[in-house]
């Protein structure tokens, strides 16, 4: 079981099993929303519980995604794909995690559209897109 949640605690998830490995998104759209590039674990929907689910604010970002932020702290919390038969699954913010997460970054996607003012450098694989 992991456990996490937004600065404020106004919302909490719990995941059941183990955390698959993470990708760094460092999308335009991923960089704003988080203030940096947005790691997050791509974890099956049937496997989360959600506590103050009501707090979560959605943004529809694009016709493919929508992304969850805490509508009190403002604290970036989950990117949700809209097409539900094609993706069983929701990200989650890293960050928002308890520790320890007893994972590792897998990927770097999106290098394409990377922030100037930092390199990846710790030589994992870097997708374009």
């Not at 490995?21 to 940096?36: E, T, V, W």
């Not at 929508?66 to 960050?95: E, N, Q, V, Y």
Request: aromatic share 10%; glycine share 10%.
């Amino acid at each position: 079981m992991h456990t996490g949640s937004c600065l404020c605690g106004a919302v909490r998830f719990e995941v059941a099993g183990e955390l698959p490995p993470p990708d760094a998104c460092h999308c335009s759209k991923c960089r704003k929303h988080s203030g940096h590039y947005f790691a997050a674990s791509d974890v099956p929907r049937r496997a989360v519980t959600i506590r103050g689910e009501e707090q979560v604010s959605w943004y529809q970002s694009s016709d493919k995604a929508r992304r969850g932020f805490c509508a009190t702290c403002g604290s970036t919390l989950f990117f949700d794909p809209l097409d539900r038969g094609k993706h069983d699954w929701i990200g989650i913010a890293m960050g928002a995690f308890d520790k320890p997460t007893h994972t590792r970054l897998r990927i770097h996607i999106f290098v394409a559209d990377k922030g100037d003012y930092y390199d990846i450098a710790d030589g994992l694989p870097q997708n374009e897109e």
